[in-house]
T-cell receptor, first 117, second 111 residues
Framework: EAGVAQSPRYKIIEKRQSVAFWCNPI?????LYWYQQILGQGPKLLIQ????????DSQLPKDRFSAERLKGVDSTLKIQPAKLEDSAVYLC???????????????FGEGSRLTVL | GNSVTQMEGPVTLSEEAFLTINCTYT??????LFWYVQYPGEGLQLLLK?????DKGSNKGFEATYRKETTSFHLEKGSVQVSDSAVYFC??????????FGKGTMLLVSP
């Protein structure tokens, strides 16, 4: 079974530039999550989708971050304009259903490491 | 709100030593508790879980018991191997909220 795919693995940009990350979840997984993991900290949820609808985006900095999952499959996370403090690993995860977040059955990709100079 | 506190690392052990990584939590309601592991160059993966008080989660020789009275979920292994070197994350979910993670604890096991 193919896992969660993310790209690019690494990205270096200058502040005020824009960047986009792509995620393809495990086939059949209805729920998709984007997490931000700053060095030395645990992952923090940015946004959660159920199919193509947003379940939770309360911690997404909406002035600069946006995410979409138009067809309920793959997803894109965009940052525009980037700030120094956005340097982090952006993790995508998927699960069969929203309820799976309580059972812990989230499957994570390898992450996209962003460095903002 | 929900929060998870883990012991700081790195934890450095020799092969076959006993491992404990402490985890305590604060949560509303009755959370489910998890340990995730991240091996070098790989994504996070679920190691074990417990969904109610006094449950013991176990996998690959690792164990953790859900202690409601001490709000703890400490990870233990009787004899670690070099291949256990990784970062370990304690996490919880409560109600319909998704996972809240601790900061992670790096484990380094030497031969």
């Amino acid at each position: 079974e193919a896992g969660v795919a993310q790209s690019p693995r690494y990205k270096i940009i200058e502040k005020r530039q824009s960047v986009a990350f792509w995620c393809n979840p495990i086939s059949g997984h209805a729920t998709l999550y984007w997490y931000q993991q700053i060095l030395g900290q645990g992952p923090k949820l940015l946004i959660q989708f159920q199919n193509n609808g947003v379940v939770d985006d309360s911690q997404l900095p909406k002035d600069r971050f946006s995410a979409e999952r138009l067809k309920g499959v793959d997803s894109t996370l965009k940052i525009q304009p980037a700030k120094l403090e956005d340097s982090a690993v952006y993790l995508c995860a998927s699960s069969l259903a929203v309820r799976d977040s309580n059972t812990g059955e989230l499957f994570f990709g390898e992450g996209s490491r962003l460095t903002v100079l | 709100g929900n929060s998870v506190t883990q012991m700081e690392g790195p934890v450095t052990l020799s092969e076959e030593a006993f491992l404990t990584i402490n985890c305590t939590y604060t949560a509303t309601g009755y959370p489910s508790l998890f340990w995730y592991v991240q091996y070098p160059g790989e994504g996070l993966q679920l190691l074990l879980k417990a969904t109610k008080a006094d449950d013991k989660g176990s996998n690959k020789g690792f164990e953790a018991t859900y202690r409601k009275e001490t709000t703890s979920f400490h990870l233990e292994k009787g004899s670690v191997q070099v291949s256990d070197s990784a970062v370990y994350f304690c996490a919880l979910s409560s109600g319909y909220s998704t996972l809240t993670f601790g900061k992670g604890t790096m484990l380094l096991v030497s031969p």
